[in-house]
């Protein structure tokens, strides 16, 4: 789902959409590893992975929209 932006112009879909969609990605990866193949996995280990490799995806998102929102603006400076 994309959504509009001030200038009339669509943009993508948010960082946190994203990060989401690739949490349940992986965790439903994980369950049909465990299932198909008898893999266990530790519970406390895969959800602290998640929780790490999720905060950094939001983070390095946010980071990359506040760039590329700079950018924007200084192109609308320009203009």
């Known amino acids: 789902m994309s959504t509009e ?3 009339g112009g669509i943009t993508g879909p948010s960082t946190g959409t994203i990060v989401w969609g690739l ?3 992986a965790v439903g990866l994980l369950v ?3 299932v198909l193949w008898e893999i266990s996995f530790d519970v406390g280990h895969v959800l602290i992975a998640l929780l790490i490799g999720s905060g950094l995806a939001l983070v390095a998102g946010g980071i990359w929209s506040v760039l590329r929102n700079k950018d924007n603006s200084a192109d609308a400076d320009d203009k």
């Open 5 to 7: 932006n001030n200038d």
């Open 23 to 25: 949490i349940a990605v």
């Open 32 to 34: 049909l590893l465990s």
